[in-house]
């Protein structure tokens, strides 16, 4: 089963920063991204296919694409792939928040 990961701020004080990763602030920075792409609907093709509406930026990524879902304040992603580690902790950075398993 694969690991996911959530970026987030809950850990911190929050006088000195909202304690919430806004929508605003992920699309200004993944907007900087040239290998990010923003979406409202993530499909999943398999034997069967499936479309998630919300709000994915969607890392492209040696052929694959790897959705960051920006939901209720965090950013979600799975650790399926181990490219992804380095780059959740850099978005982590560049967000001034924090790396948790959940």
Known sequence: MAQRYKITRSFQDSSTRPSTISLEECKAYFASQPDFTY???FTVKGETTMSIEGDFFMWSLEGAQ???RHYQ????VS?????VIPKIAEVASALSADVTEG
Do not use: R
């Open 73 to 76: 304040g965090d950013l979600y």
């Open 39 to 41: 979406t409202t609907v």
């Open 79 to 83: 650790g399926t792939n181990e490219a």
């Open 66 to 68: 790897i959705p960051f």
